[in-house]
């Protein structure tokens, strides 16, 4: 399984972009792109997926550079609600996409 | 509509007890995810089911743990004798189908053994 290195911790401001990135040198051809979300005492929850390039939603963009060996997950103007802990994952066929695998996460902190 | 759910949201047990910790995946999921959080750390997988078949148990920590989904639906983690390394976070998750889909989370059982 590709193995993912992230931050331990970020902090930041209300209203600032955030950007964490997350390095898989070893990503394998059908292995795609994961960000998942955590609060305190809830599940994981999805945020954004890729492959390559650029990929956006409404809460969230995902920068993924041609060689795939790393991602930035961008966070528009964030708000004291997005203090949460950030994974990123890469999985495909070959590992399977149902054994999701997570690292420790960035912890980020968003201060007023 | 309705997320996973999981029951009890909280369960504490004597060393050696045995616990069944239940998930009710978003209906008409076909795949469901067992993980294990420790305290700090990510979610670390223990078993996948499509549909009733368990086609991975690799993660199971030990012969004590065990799961099931009978029908296809509901699923039941069991923990047999539990240890007090079992303490942690249990999390079910399911997702509509295989491949690179989002799975939905629930709460999760936080297990405390004394």
Redesign the interface.
Known sequence: LAKTTQPISMDSYEGQEVNITCSHNNIATND?I?WYQQFP??????II?GYKTKVTNEVASLFIPADRKSSTLSLPRVSLSDTA?Y?CLV??DST??????????TRLLVSP | GAG?SQSPRYKVAKRGQDVALRCDPISGHV?L?W?QQAL??????LT?FQNEAQ??K??LPSDRFFAERPEGSVSTLKIQRTQQEDSAVY???S?ER???????????TRLTVT
């Open positions: 795609y994961t005492s809830q599940g994981p929850r999805f997926q802990v994974y999985g495909g399977g996409f149902q054994k999701l695998v997570f690292g420790t996460g | 996973v795949s995810f993980y700090g750390q990510g979610p670390e997988f996948y086609l991975d690799s993660g999390l079910c998750a997702m295989e491949g690179p889909y989002e799975q939905y989370f629930g709460p999760g």
